[in-house]
């Protein structure tokens, strides 16, 4: 019986790509990375910690925070600046 090697992360979709035939659905795909696993130039790219996902889960909020802010902000802005501002006169052409 042949020794399984143990993995150490999961392999690159990139690398995957050139053994995918045909249509993609699963069985292909698991196909695709089935055959990449087994070439001896694979490359993996490391499994992210528990650390490692809070921390990316973190940025994620405070981007969003950052954003809405923004947002708001912007909104603030244009109610302030359209209650001081006197409506202007439109100028139309007659036809």
Not at 19 to 24: C, L, R
Not at 69 to 90: D, F, K
């Amino acid at each position: 019986m042949p020794r399984q090697k143990q993995s150490r992360g999961q392999v690159e979709a990139r690398y995957v790509r050139p053994y995918s035939k045909g249509q993609k659905n699963d069985f292909r795909d698991a196909e695709a990375i089935a055959e990449a696993v087994q070439r001896p130039t694979k490359k993996f790219v490391a499994t992210k910690t528990a650390d490692q996902l809070d921390l990316q889960a973190l940025h994620r909020v405070r981007e969003r925070l950052v954003s809405q802010r923004t947002g708001i902000i912007n909104q603030i802005r244009e109610l302030a600046r359209l209650r001081t501002e006197e409506c202007p006169v439109r100028h139309y052409r007659a036809a």
